[in-house]
């Protein structure tokens, strides 16, 4: 079995859940979420220069599907702009919904940017600092997207913003 081959069994075994939730937690969609993953892997384990280090793959493998998943709403709203058809959402009476659904489709109003800052700094417990080099812009414009972020979820899930995340 060729080293990167067990690399990636050991990055499956020890971190495939994780990125599936990290995955999720960026796309809102389950069926999406397993796309990500599986190009963000295949663009990580792809170029054959893989090492050993665990950590480092999954380091890889993450901020190849937060980079895929930026690029790729950027492609889907020049879509939606550009597309002749338009398809309406169904809409679903609000006492339907679950508080996760209504988390969901609160977080699908973000930006991609915002939304990234949202899960890197609360689902990754990463400091303002980290997103910023993560994302690879400054710590102010994490603060921004922070602040507007909470505040357009605080909106949507009608409550304090205090309280929001």
Known sequence: MADW????????????????????????????????????????????????????????????????YVDSRRRLKRWNATRHLLVDPPHHDDDQLAVADDVRRALGTLSPRQRACVVLRYYEDLTVTEVADELGCAEGTVKRHLSDARAKLAVQLGVNEESAL
């Open 5 to 68: 081959e067990q690399a990636f069994r050991a990055l499956l075994a020890t971190r495939g859940g994780a990125l599936r939730s990290y995955a999720y937690l960026l796309t809102g969609d389950p069926a999406a979420a397993s796309d990500l993953v599986q190009e963000a892997l295949t663009r990580v384990f792809g170029r054959r220069r893989v090492g050993e280090d665990i950590d480092q793959l999954e380091a890889y493998v993450r901020r190849a599907m937060l980079n895929q």
